[in-house]
């Protein structure tokens, strides 16, 4: 035997008197063996894809969702909850950012080429002072084109509010633009989102208006049994979507039902309608925030505590259920069976024909007689474990923390909050409603304004004096500040101190902090404020100043004019 072959068989001898087996053991196995074990061995997995997951039980989920919205109270709150943070009472507003001249204005160029020039000349002549911050002034309103075309912006704006009213905005001319807002807001809760289909003509029949209108449908119409090949070559049906690829692919229509699934009115039964509506993606607006790579489909936000929100439900009904018998039964009576004839009491007055209970009339005072084999037993259910409430406040922060809500605002319980608290939950909370207000705005509010400023130009309702160059350059029209609903401080002395600090350290722009706080624009509040401010000077009043955080009255000027 060579050498070669007496060293492999002493390897071999030590591999299999070591640790060898288990180190393959455990390499075979990779993580199994610690995922595997006692705690976690009875835990469940997801290997399916988005769609095959929910494939079946999204109605269930869709159906008891909805149950819980409409009946439990603290679901009910975190619905109004999203509806107040997302939109709030007066939705999100459009704020027009058409510029001054445009694009390709050779005008706004020999702005900014004057300003260049006037500097230069400034500084060669060694002035300074008013005229070179003027000339400044201008060339930086020339160079980040913050200056607004407000002619053409307050069109924009006016013929859009008149636009999103009801009989313009709805088909059924029913809801709003706001009550859109609000109802899909709501919707991501107990549905996951909303379809809005685009019907291209007007709801009033109008010729001379937008032939734009919108109709807001639930996603339980549509059909997610609709599944398999389409009739277009290389498009497949998953869960009442078709895409362009087996594998994903983009979206390019939808199967939409009739009727809602649970309308039960059989409608004309000689009617031979087909059952779905096949609505291509271009006239249909789908919203809802998606949880997994690849997902056609919305999940409601109530999904993950239905469970919590069932148990809280069948706790109270427990707990409310004992309390009432206790106060309910004044006691029981013990007696022996009579030899003959039906049992008796003296306490019996009537008896119920339907129920069978005893029933006993008594007056306070009175003294009730007895028979000798009867004996009184007073009730006994057991002490009360006086934990309803600890159970509750569980159970309640568990469901804020699986629907992302703030505790205090679900169950209406301040007992325990103090400032830091407080404000720590509100701004983590908040940041939450602001990433949900970005998404809502982009796949609703954006898409929406799109094809008004198109159906408007087409039709003239916005003047083809101004808008005439909207087809060569639309992102100047179709590019709008979308200003969300914002905040109150939880501490408003010691935040305003704190963006007072932030705006003279060069943290923040005042814009910024308007749009932060306020939900306003610095151009319309200034514009506002030198209104007021003219006002007040033509009628004689004081003027206000801000002194040291202290507001100071300062002398009356003379009102302008005769």
């Known amino acids: 035997m060579s050498i070669f072959s007496r060293a492999q068989q002493f390897m071999n001898r030590i591999w299999q008197a070591g640790p060898g087996p288990r180190t393959r053991r455990l390499r075979a196995h990779g993580l199994s063996q610690h995922l595997g074990g006692r705690l ?9 894809d988005p769609q095959a997951m929910l494939r079946g039980g ?12 409409l009946l439990n ?7 109004r909850s999203l509806q107040i943070n997302i939109v709030g009472a007066r939705g999100v507003q459009m704020r027009g ?26 500084i060669s002549r060694g002035r300074t002072g008013e005229d070179l911050d003027a000339a400044l002034d201008r060339l930086i309103v020339a160079q980040t084109a913050i200056e607004r075309d407000e002619d053409r912006n307050q069109i924009l704006e006016a013929k859009w509010r008149q636009f999103c009213k009801a009989n313009n905005f709805d088909l059924s001319g029913r809801y709003s633009f706001h ?28 010729p001379g208006a937008e032939q734009l209108c919108f109709e807001l449908l639930s996603t339980d119409q549509l059909d997610e049994d609709y599944n398999g090949g389409s009739d277009r070559p290389g498009h497949f049906w998953r869960m009442g979507v078709e895409t362009n690829d087996r594998r994903g692919g983009r979206v390019t229509r939808y199967a939409v039902l009739r009727r809602h699934p649970g309308n039960n009115d059989p409608g004309d039964p000689r009617s031979m309608e087909p059952k779905h509506v096949f609505v291509d993606a271009k006239d249909m607006i789908h919203i809802f925030i998606p949880d997994e790579i690849g997902q056609l489909r919305e999940i409601p936000h109530l999904a993950p505590v239905l469970t919590t929100i069932h ?20 006691g ?16 019996a007055d009537d008896k119920s024909q339907t129920t069978g209970e005893v029933l006993s009339n008594s007056s306070p005072g009175e003294w009730i007689e007895l028979f000798p084999d009867e004996h009184p037993i007073p009730p006994q259910l057991g002490p009360d474990d006086n934990q309803f409430e600890t159970v509750l406040k569980t159970m309640l922060r568990r469901f804020s923390t699986g629907f992302t809500a703030s505790y205090s605002a679900i169950s209406g319980d301040h007992s325990d909050a103090n400032y830091s608290s407080m404000r720590e939950e509100k701004l983590e909370i908040r940041d939450w409603y602001r990433v949900m207000q970005s998404i809502f705005i982009q796949q609703f509010h954006q898409r929406v304004f799109d094809e ?79 209104y007021e401010v003219a006002l007040r000077r033509r009628l004689g009043l004081p003027q206000l100043t801000s002194s040291d955080s202290e507001m100071v009255l300062q002398p009356a000027l003379p009102p302008e004019g005769p």
């Open 40 to 48: 976690l061995g009875d835990m469940p997995a997801v290997y399916l």
């Open 58 to 69: 999204l109605k269930e989920i869709r159906a008891k969702s909805r149950y819980q919205a």
């Open 73 to 79: 109270p603290y679901a009910r709150r975190a619905i």
């Open 97 to 122: 950012q058409i510029p001054l001249g445009g694009r390709s204005n050779p005008a706004a160029g020999r702005a900014r080429a004057d300003a260049a020039q006037q500097i230069a000349a400034l």
């Open 179 to 206: 009550q859109y807002e609000l109802m899909i807001a709501g919707a991501f809760g107990s549905h996951g989102g909303a379809i809005v289909r685009i019907i291209r003509q007007s709801a009033t029949d109008n």
């Open 311 to 330: 148990n809280l439900n069948e706790y109270e009904k427990s707990h409310w259920t004992r309390k009432r018998i206790a106060n309910n039964i004044l």
């Open 332 to 347: 029981f009576i013990e007696k022996k069976q009579p030899d003959d004839g039906p049992p008796t009491s003296s306490l």
């Open 452 to 530: 008004w400023v198109d159906a408007a130009t087409l039709a003239g309702v916005l003047p083809v004096e101004l808008f005439a160059n909207y087809w060569n350059e639309p992102e100047l029209y179709t590019s709008p500040r979308w200003q969300a609903r914002t905040w109150s401080w939880v501490d408003p002395a010691k935040e305003m101190k704190a963006y007072k600090n932030a705006q003279e350290m060069g943290l923040q722009s005042t814009s910024d902090q308007m749009a932060e706080l306020y939900g306003t624009d610095l151009e319309h509040t200034w514009a506002q404020i030198a």
